[in-house]
């Protein structure tokens, strides 16, 4: 857009001004010569009346006429000559003739041409104002301002004739327009110049809109229009900045609501999923139970086992009706944490307490497979959350250690006090968790072992409840691998930094 619009104004500016000038300069070099010509005729004019008045008084008080015929003639770069009505000479500016011959020649030829035609000079005495008129002489090839005007105030009829060469206006109009082209060559250089900075002027705000526009067509409102002139051009760049910046907020507005749409369409997608998981989840936990009832429910209904094995039946039925009902307590204690119903009841508590209470609740089940546990707990900590749901995470962590940990492993628990924080971390021995693993530990009904093997225990749901547990604490928690095998660790806010940031702040 530059170039072409630049390109235009700069030619047409150029050529509008060169017209312009060469017009000017044109119609001056026609009419300098008739306009010099016509001004000096008119100022002669009035100086040969002016003569006049004067020849009058020095008539009549007897002034010395040859000093002020010469003072004239000086004065005027003429010639001036008193005759009679019979054309005879009667005063003479100055003597000295060969110096300028060609205007006494002229005023010679004059009085020859009078003394031939009387009637010419007759109608020369008849005129009672000056006549003024262009005489070429040819003997000289010069043109001469010839003034004559009649005497006043005296008795005898003289002539006053005044001659002035037009040569050096000539010779200047010459000059002058020979000049004309040197002022011609630098006033187009002068208009080259001035039509670049104009083109310039008027392109370049113009150009700063067209790339305004075309950033705003390209969704680009990082830069706004730098055009601050106080004219249209400027509103314009106002509005165009104004213009930018409500599509701008409408596109950002637009894009929130965008992303909320994805947001929205991507949890609605992930709630199907997790609905289609929990139900293959739980059809899959359940089948095993309800297969192993049936079966052993219909064998005593046959009466196809002696007295020992119904016995083996009924505890085989008990067992995993208990399962039965543990997962669906556990499918109730996870839906109600999840649709956000649940209220929590925070209060202060001692957790190096709560995990002793926890380890002498599951001893029995360190001691069957006989794990060793070390205990690396800080003394006197006191953190704030839901008591019976903290408990409900550590017993989790201490099941899931126990279920993994091979015999005679080990089972590391530490506190860590840290200045606002304490942190617990549950470590077991045993083999390591790969990285799918440990994405996906905490999702419902995942298991590290794809088989679902029931006889290792668990039916996927504990670390999912933990989970949501914490996240209603504001808990940082993990799962990561050691050297020693695997690590689970939470934290929770001490009451005491609770207090001590409050008194800090009153």
Request: with cysteine; charged share 25%.
């Amino acid at each position: 857009m530059k170039n072409k619009l630049w390109k235009k104004l700069f030619i047409i500016t150029s050529v509008i001004l060169i017209l312009f000038i060469s017009a000017i300069i044109y119609f001056q070099s026609l009419s300098f010569e008739n306009f010099y010509v016509k001004r000096k005729i008119r100022r002669f004019e009035k100086n040969i009346e002016r003569f006049n008045g004067l020849y009058s008084q020095s008539y009549i008080n007897n002034l010395n006429l040859n000093h002020m015929m010469r003072q004239f003639e000086e004065s005027n770069n003429a010639k001036i000559v008193i005759i009679d009505s019979f054309g005879k000479v009667k005063s003479i500016g100055d003597s000295k003739i060969d110096e300028e011959s060609s205007k006494y020649n002229t005023i010679n030829r004059i009085i020859q041409e009078w003394i031939l035609d009387p009637e010419s000079l007759k109608e020369i005495l008849q005129l009672k104002k000056t006549k003024t008129s262009i005489y070429y002489n040819p003997d000289y090839d010069i043109n001469n301002i010839v003034c004559i005007s009649l005497t006043s105030g005296q008795k005898e009829n003289n002539i006053i004739i005044g001659v002035s060469s037009l040569q050096p206006i000539e010779e200047a109009s010459e000059i002058i327009k020979e000049f004309y082209i040197y002022i011609f060559i630098g006033a187009v250089i002068i208009v080259i110049i001035l039509s670049l900075i104009y083109a310039n002027m008027i392109t370049k705000p113009l150009v700063k809109l067209n790339n305004s526009a075309k950033r705003i067509s390209e969704m680009d409102f990082s830069q706004e229009c730098d055009v601050n002139s106080d004219d249209e051009l400027g509103n314009l760049a106002s509005t165009l900045n104004f213009l930018s910046r409500r599509l701008n907020s409408a596109l950002t507005e637009l894009q929130l609501k965008n992303m909320k749409l994805e947001q929205d369409i991507e949890k609605e997608r992930k709630l199907d999923r997790m609905r289609k998981e929990f139900v293959a989840g739980v059809s899959h936990e359940l089948r095993t139970p309800i297969s192993i009832i049936s079966g052993y429910a219909e064998g005593l209904k046959d009466n196809i086992a002696d007295e020992d094995s119904r016995e083996f039946y009924l505890d085989v039925i008990i067992d995993e009706a208990a399962k039965m009902n543990t997962l669906v307590s556990d499918m109730l204690d996870l839906s109600q944490l999840e649709s956000g119903n649940f209220t929590m009841k925070p209060e202060p508590f001692n957790i190096d307490e709560l995990i002793k209470k926890c380890i002498n609740k599951q001893q029995q089940f360190f001691q069957q497979k006989n794990i060793k546990i070390q205990e690396d707990l800080a003394k006197d900590i006191c953190v704030n959350g839901d008591f019976l749901r903290i408990e409900q995470v550590i017993t989790n962590f201490l099941n899931n250690a126990i279920r993994h940990t091979p015999e005679n492993g080990i089972v590391n628990i530490k506190i860590i006090d840290e200045q606002q924080i304490c942190k617990v971390e549950v470590e077991n021995q045993g083999e390591h968790l790969s990285e799918n693993d440990l994405e996906h530990i905490w999702d419902r009904f995942y298991k590290a072992d794809k088989s679902r093997n029931r006889v290792a225990g668990g039916i996927g749901l504990g670390l999912s409840i933990v989970k949501n547990i914490l996240l209603m604490h504001n808990s940082t928690f993990g799962v990561r691998n050691t050297e020693l095998g695997v690590c689970f660790f939470f934290t929770l806010k001490k009451v005491n930094s609770n207090k001590n940031s409050k008194e800090e702040k009153s």
